[in-house]
């Protein structure tokens, strides 16, 4: 059986602040309630629904316009990320979202969160890939990671 909850802020693959969601009432009483995250459903909680949508839109656009400004500066960024290798050029682990968003703020000085990195797995070989971003509001951005082979001295 669900329970019906109004979120106070955006939960991912739940919802965004004002809605109302049907989660499994574990997850609700034991992690979005006491975080302060939603609340139950009844008729005060709803009647705080409008003003809550009302909020999300404003943030939306704010963070609408932040996405573009930060989608703009990456946008088309080319990274070269040197690796150790074997002599079958396979490499001594691999290249992860953490990695990418490390050489990415110190390339340019743009922190971004790990998640922003749209990669199905770590990059375990050499090679020239495209990396998609996904920031807030739906705003994309592309940049280009090259893993290169470490020289031997």
Known sequence: MAQKILLLEDVESV?????????????AYNYL???GLALVANKSALRRQTRLKEERMKQAEIEKIESLELASKV?????EITVK?????HLYGSVSALDIVHHLQTK?????????VQIKHPYKE????????????????????KII?????
Do not use: C, H, M, W
């Open 15 to 27: 919802g965004r602040k004002g809605e109302v969601a049907s989660v499994k009432p574990g997850y």
């Open 33 to 35: 309630i006491p975080q």
């Open 75 to 79: 946008n088309g960024e080319t990274l």
């Open 85 to 89: 290798v074997d002599q079958e050029g």
């Open 108 to 116: 340019t000085g743009i922190a971004l969160d790990k998640k922003t």
């Open 126 to 145: 050499i090679g020239v890939f495209e990396i998609a971003l996904k920031f807030k509001e739906g705003v994309t951005a592309s940049i280009t990671l």
């Open 149 to 153: 082979a470490q020289q031997e001295e």
